[in-house]
């Protein structure tokens, strides 16, 4: 199977490059998603999938890093946590609802690349990120789109 690429959002007061460097084995889960056509993108991903890391709700928006994903889809323990604001009582053990992913850092940019500055980019004009309205915190990339953007670097 081919690699995929996607894009992965996070607030940077949440959770940024920075943290996912620092994590034991530079790695973490992507728990917390609760959207499903996310969800969907997150079980379509494989080991060894790239990931464009990018710092929503930052001043400025920006794409600041990569990272690989290394765990395929498995049920996110935190729709079953009642003290979780991720709890979903409708989801249980037997049916669960919610997913996620292990992703390992590979590297920071060597410099963000902006919302702003990817919206110039005519090869980039197609992204999802880039489409009014689109909120979604994990979102496939092509591979057209990833070495366009990387290209800025």
């Known amino acids: 199977m081919a690699m995929r690429y996607w894009l992965?959002?996070?607030?940077?007061?949440?959770?940024?490059?920075d943290d996912l460097q620092n994590a034991p084995h530079q790695t973490t889960c992507w728990?917390?998603?609760r959207n499903y056509q996310a969800r969907n993108y997150m079980r379509e991903m494989a080991v060894g999938d790239l990931v464009l890391f990018y710092h929503s709700n930052a001043n400025p928006p920006?794409?600041?890093?990569?990272?690989?994903?290394?765990?395929?889809?498995?049920?996110?323990?935190?729709?079953?946590?009642?003290?979780?604001?991720?709890?979903?009582?409708?989801?249980?053990p037997a049916n669960?609802?919610?997913e996620m992913v292990d992703i390992k850092f590979v590297r920071?940019?060597?410099?963000?690349?902006?919302?702003?500055?990817?919206r110039k980019e005519r090869a980039l004009r197609n992204m999802l990120l880039l489409q009014k309205?689109?909120?979604?915190?994990?979102?496939?990339?092509?591979?057209?789109?990833?070495?366009?953007?990387?290209?800025?670097?």
Do not use: C, H, N
Not at 8 to 17: A, D, L, Q, V, Y
Not at 135 to 153: A, I, N, T
């Open 8 to 17: 992965m959002k996070s607030e940077p007061s949440t959770f940024s490059i």
């Open 31 to 33: 728990d917390g998603v």
């Open 62 to 92: 920006a794409v600041v890093g990569i990272a690989e994903v290394v765990k395929t889809a498995y049920p996110d323990p935190t729709q079953f946590d009642k003290k979780s604001k991720y709890y979903d009582p409708a989801s249980s």
């Open 96 to 98: 669960p609802r919610w």
């Open 108 to 118: 920071k940019l060597s410099r963000p690349l902006s919302l702003q500055e990817l």
């Open 133 to 153: 309205g689109s909120r979604l915190s994990v979102q496939p990339v092509s591979q057209e789109e990833w070495d366009s953007l990387l290209k800025l670097e």
